[in-house]
């Protein structure tokens, strides 16, 4: 079984502050994704990263891919109170569905 | 297309009756999924299909669930006898058959069993 470990769990920053989220795996993925999800509604997919070592940027987000292809990070710089919500990365294999981890909940007070 | 719709949004049913959700993905989407997710937690695994055979089904899920994709558009989720233990969201996904890119998710199906 593979399993995807986010950290930290929880986050509460201000406005403006900067936070890098953590998804961490002992098995090696053929590529990861990162969802920011709100409350009642379901995960929107931000970006899908396939190559080890691979960076991509989406405005204020920066997205990582380890070299070894068994985690990545999410960095976020200045914060925005729009910015709060559950954060989920997920793995997937050259065969079937996708592994989600726990998630990572951000609140930005403004 | 307007994506990944599901119904209904939220279901509110007595212990012991049966439910039944929908979804209906992205229509050049071949595989849909089923997760189930908690408060503040990641999705969980169910099943998927691609087009309409039913390729995988979680070991932990109960007999009481069973989900359909007989034309290999839409498909239903149904579990019966509910229990307070299956209250969750309820979520539904496509994809091109290469999962690797990443899932639409639908806004879910809240079910709460009282």
């Known amino acids: 079984t593979q399993l995807l470990e986010q950290s930290p769990q929880f986050l509460s920053i201000q406005e403006g502050e900067n936070l890098t989220v953590y998804c961490n795996s002992s098995?090696?993925?053929?590529?990861l994704q990162w969802y920011r999800q709100e409350p009642g509604e379901g995960p929107v997919l931000l970006v899908t990263?396939?190559?080890?070592?691979e960076v991509k940027k989406l405005k204020r987000l920066t997205f990582q891919f380890g070299d070894a292809r068994k985690d990545s990070s999410l960095h976020i710089t200045a914060a925005q109170p729009g910015d709060t919500g559950l954060y989920l990365c997920?793995?997937?294999?050259?065969?079937?569905?996708?592994?989600f981890g726990q998630g990572t909940i951000l609140t930005v007070h403004p | 297309d307007t994506g990944v719709s599901q119904n209904p949004r939220h279901k509110i049913t007595k212990r012991g009756q049966n439910v039944t959700f929908r979804c209906d993905p992205i229509?050049?989407?071949?595989?849909l999924y089923w997760y189930r997710q908690t408060l503040g937690q990641g999705p969980e695994f169910l099943t998927y299909?691609?087009?309409?055979?039913?390729?995988?089904k979680s070991r932990l899920l109960s007999d009481r669930f069973s989900a359909e994709r007989p034309k290999g558009s839409f498909s239903t989720l149904e579990i019966q006898r509910t229990e307070q233990g299956d209250s969750a969201m309820y979520l539904c996904?496509?994809?091109?058959?290469?999962?690797?890119?990443?899932?639409?998710f639908g806004s879910g199906t809240r079910l709460t069993v009282v």
């Open positions: 996904a496509s994809s091109l058959s290469d999962s690797n890119y990443g899932y639409t």
């Open positions: 997920s793995g997937g294999t050259s065969y079937g569905k996708l592994t």
């Open positions: 229509s050049e989407h071949n595989r």
């Open positions: 990263v396939v190559t080890g070592g």
């Open positions: 098995s090696v993925f053929s590529s």
């Open positions: 299909f691609q087009n309409e055979a039913q390729l995988e």
